[in-house]
């Protein structure tokens, strides 16, 4: 599969001033701009950036950012699943994980990251990807938000509703352990049938491997 990405943008005036959402852009590009050193939500902002470098350059990979004239101040990921990771089991071309969302505390609460998901979606060779989206909460700003889980949770469903990622069983182990984690799914409108029921199989491993069991297989 050629993974085609074609570049969108949208500016617009916040509070702040203007904004731009733009991308996926390449490590060359992004290396333009100053990183925001409270983008710490997930490891130390420059270590942060140099993944979202690497990313960027992945044949697959896209790094849609949200900037002011010379700072990133939010971004968001995607590229295939960890190879560690039961997402990458069957080694799905089609399937990418939006790994990463993040906005700086100041730019919070204004649609920054709905609109990165939404100028994501815009490029259309996105109809030919399953993107999924793995939530724990544990990997959520509850301290810095003062949300509580499920208010969180909420914010998380209506920001990734807006890319059309909507929450989707499964019967990962990581996944079920609570019931504010979830699965969010988009499956693009040229995903083949096979991909779909691939990717079924997928969310629902356990019981795939306990029919094989009982079948002999
Ligand atoms: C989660 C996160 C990316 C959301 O970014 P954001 O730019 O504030 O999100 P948006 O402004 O697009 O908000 C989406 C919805 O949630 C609402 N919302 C956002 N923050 C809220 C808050 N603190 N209280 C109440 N509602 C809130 C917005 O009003 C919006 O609702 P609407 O569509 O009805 O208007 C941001 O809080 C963040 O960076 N958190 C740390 C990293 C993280 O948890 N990432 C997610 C896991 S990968």
Same mark, same amino acid.
């Given at each position: #599969?050629?993974?085609?990405?074609?570049?969108?943008?949208?500016? @617009?005036?916040?509070?702040?001033?203007?904004?731009?959402?733009?991308?996926?852009?390449?490590?060359?590009?992004?290396?333009? @701009?100053?990183?925001?050193?409270?983008?710490?939500?997930?490891?130390?902002?420059?270590?942060?950036?140099?993944?979202?470098?690497? !990313?960027?350059?992945?044949?697959?990979?896209? !790094?849609?950012?949200? =900037?002011?004239?010379?700072?990133?101040?939010?971004?968001?990921? @995607? %590229?295939?699943?960890?190879?560690?990771? =039961?997402?990458?089991?069957?080694?799905? *071309? *089609?399937?990418?994980?939006?790994?990463?969302?993040?906005?700086?505390? *100041?730019?919070?609460?204004?649609?920054?990251?709905?609109?990165?998901?939404?100028?994501?979606? %815009?490029?259309?060779? #996105?109809? /030919?990807?399953?993107?999924?989206?793995?939530?724990? @909460?544990?990997?959520?700003?509850?301290?810095?938000?003062?949300?509580?889980?499920?208010?969180? =949770?909420?914010?998380?469903?209506?920001? #990734?509703?807006?890319?059309?990622? %909507?929450?989707?069983?499964?019967?990962?182990?990581?996944?079920?352990?609570?019931?504010? /984690?979830? %699965? #969010?799914?988009?499956?693009?409108? /040229?995903?083949?049938?096979?991909?779909?029921? &691939?990717?079924? &199989?997928?969310?629902?491993?356990? =019981?795939?491997?306990?029919?094989?069991?009982?079948?002999?297989?």
């Amino acid at each position: #599969m050629e993974h085609v990405k074609t570049y969108h943008s949208l500016t @617009y005036k916040t509070e702040l001033g203007p904004i731009v959402i733009e991308g996926p852009l390449h490590s060359n590009e992004l290396k333009q @701009y100053h990183f925001h050193e409270k983008l710490t939500a997930f490891r130390p902002a420059e270590k942060q950036f140099e993944a979202l470098l690497s !990313i960027a350059d992945f044949p697959e990979g896209r !790094i849609l950012v949200a =900037r002011t004239a010379s700072t990133i101040v939010g971004y968001v990921t @995607y %590229l295939h699943p960890d190879p560690l990771e =039961r997402w990458s089991e069957f080694n799905m *071309d *089609d399937l990418l994980e939006l790994g990463a969302i993040e906005i700086i505390p *100041d730019f919070r609460g204004a649609g920054v990251a709905s609109n990165l998901l939404k100028v994501s979606m %815009l490029d259309r060779y #996105m109809e /030919n990807y399953i993107v999924i989206s793995t939530e724990y @909460y544990w990997h959520w700003d509850l301290d810095g938000t003062k949300l509580s889980i499920w208010n969180y =949770r909420k914010v998380m469903e209506k920001m #990734m509703a807006t890319g059309g990622l %909507l929450p989707a069983p499964t019967d990962d182990p990581e996944i079920i352990s609570h019931p504010a /984690n979830c %699965l #969010m799914v988009r499956i693009g409108k /040229n995903v083949s049938e096979e991909s779909i029921e &691939k990717f079924d &199989k997928l969310r629902f491993l356990a =019981r795939n491997k306990y029919r094989n069991m009982r079948e002999g297989l």
